[in-house]
Structure formats: C-alpha cells, structure tokens
C-alpha cells in the first residue's frame, strides 16, 4: 500500500510517501527562521508559509520515493513544476493520510483542504489522523529496507513531550476483538492494530517544549529555545537555583510547569545581563534539569501503577540527547524495553509518522466517509 502522508499542524510543512510501514521519504519544510524574530509561531506567518511551500513539499517527497533518477524531469528532458510532478506520480499512491488535529487551526486547514483537493481530483481514498497518534507511531517506522524491526506489546505506555503536548497515555488492545468483522482487506494483524488508548497524565498548563523554550526566552536566547539550552546545559551545575517540583503528590500523574516557569522567572528577574550572561550554563543546566526531573518522576510513577510491557517515548523535546539518556537509565532500572524514533527528524513533526497511522487506519477501512465535509479540528482528542 502506498501512502502519501500531509502535516502541517504548526509552523513544519511536511509531507512523505510510505510503502505500508517503510518510509521512501520524508520531507520537512521548516519555517523556524520566519519565526524566530517574534519568539515563537505567529498564526499568520505559518499560514502563508504552508500556502506557498505545500505543493512544492508534496511534490518533492513524491520525487524523493522514485527509484529512478531525475523524477522532476519529463521524457523531453524539461523541468516539471511541483502541480505536474504531482501529477504524475500521484497514481501510484493508494491513500492520502492528513493531520486532522491536535494543532493549531490556521495550519491545520492548509493540509487539511490540500488533502482533500487531491483525494478528490484524482479518486484517492482518505484517512484523517491524530497528530498525538502520530507520535507514539514514529517508534514504529521502518526505512527502506524494512529496519528497525520493532513489535508493539501491549499494555505499553507511551511518553510524548513537545513543545504543545505533553502527555503519558495508555495502550491497550480494546475488551473484545471478536466484534470486529473481517473484510478482504481487513486482516487479523489489521484488528490487532485497533488499539485503545487513555491518556492517565498530562500537562495541565504548559508542555515541556513550552517551558523549555519560554525559559530560553527569559536568558535572551534565540528560538526555539529547548536546542539552544541542550547545548548551553552540558557544562552547567544542574543544582544552581532551588526550583519547585511541580504537583510532587504522588496520586497525581499529570504535569504543571507553569509554577516551575514562573519561580526561575522570579529568581533571574532582577538579575542584571553580565550576571546571566556568567551563569549561562548554570541557568540552563538547573531549568532543564527540573523539567526533566519532573518528566520522569511521573512517567515512572505510571509505570508502577499500571505495569506496562513496553515504554515509548516520542515527540520533538525527545530530540535532546540528555533526556534520552534518562529515559534509557529509567528503562533498565524498571527492567522494560523502550522505543524512541531511530532519527532525529521523527522526533519533531514530520508527515511520516502520520503516514504509518494512516497506513494502519486504511488496513481497517477507516477512511473518510464525506470528504468534502472533513474539517481541521484543532482540539481534536486523541
């Protein structure tokens, strides 16, 4: 089954084409430089950005999966435009899978209508997926030739930690399988994937990502600011300042960074620029050192109570090398297995963890009843 995967539920244009699970490409179009000058995603800029880079994207991930050379040439030898080499090579795809939400609207509606263009021009099916869903599947995606190999066991509790969610949701098979009719293109393996997941934590405030990248703005650090203080933090003391540690009542699995925000907040504020600039790696070392203090006291409380078999982690602030390396600490001093994406690039947004949900959803004829009527829901639950 080919798949041509649309997301752009923020400030990534991206889009990819897959072979069932195997990624043939994955490209991502970032808009970081038109937003960086206003510290963080303008509605507006994202919109008219999408507008202008979409068709372009699609078209270059289509050229990307061809096996043979020069896929934006025509048998003439002349340049084909992004509308022409879409064109073309659209017949080879069985289903368009696209964000429908969580996200921000004005984005969403640029994928969401593209999609929704293309299906309808060229008689394609369409699934509409969760972007949260998206994330715990990029621990899934396998490259060309089929690696990493990697089985879902079930229950597993999946981590996602971006700079809009941060969540600990619960996977398990749904009660009875046994409901569920087989069609000729719905197999046993297609049931199986019909998981249930119940979210038993979450931000209650800011995400991770957020906190990260706010905090990042009060040392006068560029955006995004999550990578920015990664580099800054690895020389830096991680006990510099005394930070709260937010919602520490153990019953409580969901997280709170605003207060943890808004305490560095008061104890830098009257600092003056030589003094900050001194204690850089300090500062970031101890605020990120607390966010992610608090990330894993959580997720390991969770894994106490509900026994889980496997660990997943995912979403953009998983690209940080420190955090990976405590979740992995975690991992064996829990004695569990966990999964994070292989590549840096399917930790962040990117269409190819939209393109293995799809996948999954078409494997069980979840398409898109009235496409004409889909709509962008940015409050979409998962």
Known sequence: MKILAIETSCDDTCAAVLDNDRVLSNVISSQTDLHAKWGGVVPDIAKRAHQERIEAVIAEAMKRAKPFPNPSLD????????????????????????TLGPGLAIALGIGVNKAKELAIKYNKKLVAVNHIEGHMWANFLKNKNGKPERKLEVPAL???????????????????????????????????????????????????????????????????????????AKDGKTDFLDLP????????????????????????????????????????????????ETLL?????????????LLLASGGVLANLELRKRLRKLAKEVGLPIFMPTQKNLNTDNAAMIGIVAYQKALREEFVEDVEKLDRNPRLKL
């Open 75 to 98: 048998r003439a030898g002349l340049k084909l435009s992004p509308e022409e080499i879409i064109e073309r090579e659209i017949k080879s795809i069985d289903v368009i899978g696209v």
């Open 158 to 232: 999946a981590l996602t930690v971006s700079g809009g969610h941060t969540k600990i949701i619960l996977i398990q098979s749904p009660p009875d399988l046994s409901n569920l009719p087989l069609t000729p293109s719905l197999t046993r393996r297609g049931i199986e994937q019909k998981l249930s997941y119940t979210i038993i934590g979450e931000t209650l405030d800011d995400a991770a990502g957020e906190a990260l990248d706010k905090a990042a703005k009060m040392l006068g650090l560029g955006y995004p600011g999550g990578p920015i203080l990664e580099r800054i």
């Open 245 to 292: 540690h937010p919602l520490a009542d153990k019953k409580i699995l969901d997280y709170s960074f605003s207060g943890l925000k808004t305490s560095f907040y008061y104890k830098v504020k009257d600092w003056p620029a030589e003094k900050i600039y001194q204690n850089l790696n300090n500062l970031a070392a101890t605020f990120q050192n607390a966010v992610f």
């Open 297 to 309: 006291r959580k997720y390991k409380l969770a894994i106490i109570k509900y026994q889980p078999k």
